[in-house]
């Protein structure tokens, strides 16, 4: 494997944004040590920087940094170590982990909650969903706020936006309940190329069969998601958690009567919205007009 000039290589390159860890972020503690176990395994091999990097296929200004906890090692870095230096596995049982380091704390803490769910209800007012989003537009969202995202902090949002997707092909599979507001789903966003296989995305998604995706359409003179999204998970032992804008003051909440007011206005805005089967059908034909 070529190694590019300059210390960068090109599986994974240490100037590719998204990788380097966030010192604010309590993860870059669990980074730091997996570097070192790391630097200890190429010393015990008796192995220089210079020498480990030809053997892997990496440069050094990268090896640099993941042993000293300054970088995340992706996948395929950590899979290449283990095959060089002979650790049976051991180093590439870490891949988990470094993959969910990457992504921001907030991120990290609702990708749990959503793992667990058996169910999923939401409510998505504004903008398209996040867990409806493909990559391209969500890069054009991420890179649309204000003040500005740096490149890498965009690169680790839109990883962690990706990665939350596995709910959908996840076992057993969960209930996943969406109302999408018609505006929403004809602003285009990233130009008509991109706003098209976002379209197209939502309707792939929309004919999954545990999936219920309704559009509310721009006629619906009020219903009460009016206030903001609304979101409500419940999981396996019995327990659910929810939040929105336009209750409690957007806090998450577990408590059950909380729950039962939320739920009471995702049920109404259902009714409110087209069925699913209609709603697919509005998605074809707003795919027709672009």
């Given amino acids: ?24 972020d309590e993860i870059s503690a669990v980074v730091e040590v997996v570097g070192h176990q790391l630097k200890l395994r190429r010393e015990a091999a008796g192995l220089r920087v210079a020498e480990f990097g030809e053997a892997i296929g990496y440069g050094e200004d990268l090896i640099r940094k993941i042993e000293r906890g300054a970088r995340i090692p992706r996948p395929e870095y950590l899979d290449k170590v283990d095959e060089v230096l002979g650790a ?11 993959r ?16 667990r769910a058996v169910e999923v209800a939401v409510y998505a007012s504004h903008g398209v969903h996040g867990l409806l989003q493909n990559e ?46 018609e505006a929403a789903l004809r602003r285009p966003i990233g130009g008509t190329m991109v706003w098209r296989r976002q379209l197209e995305h939502l309707s792939e998604v929309g004919q999954l069969p ?20 609304i979101e409500v998970l419940k999981f396996g032992d019995g327990t659910a958690v929810g939040r929105s804008e336009g209750a409690f003051n957007g806090r998450p909440v577990s408590d059950p009567k909380q729950l039962r007011i939320l739920e009471l206005r995702f049920g109404i805005i259902r009714a409110e919205a087209l069925t699913p089967r209609a709603s697919q059908a509005f998605i074809e034909r707003v795919l027709g007009e672009t």
């Avoid at 969910?100 to 793992?115: D, F, G, M």
Wanted: proline fraction near 7%; aromatic fraction near 6%; charge should be negative.
């Fill in 136 to 181: 391209e537009h969500a890069r054009v969202v991420f890179r649309a706020r204000q003040p500005a995202y740096s490149q890498d902090e965009v690169e680790r949002y839109v990883a962690a936006r990706m990665a939350r997707r596995s709910i959908f092909d996840r076992e057993p599979v969960p209930t996943l309940s969406f109302v999408q507001e």
């Fill in 1 to 24: 494997m070529d190694v590019v000039r300059g210390g960068d290589e090109r599986n994974g390159g240490a100037d590719e944004p998204g990788w380097d860890v966030d010192p604010e």
């Fill in 210 to 229: 545990h999936v219920t995706l309704q559009v509310m359409p721009i006629d619906c003179e009020a219903h009460p998601g009016l206030d903001g999204d």
């Fill in 100 to 115: 969910e380091a990457r992504y921001p704390k907030k991120v990290r803490e609702l990708a749990k909650l959503e793992e």
């Fill in 88 to 98: 049976g596995g051991l180093v590439s049982a870490m891949k988990k982990e470094m």
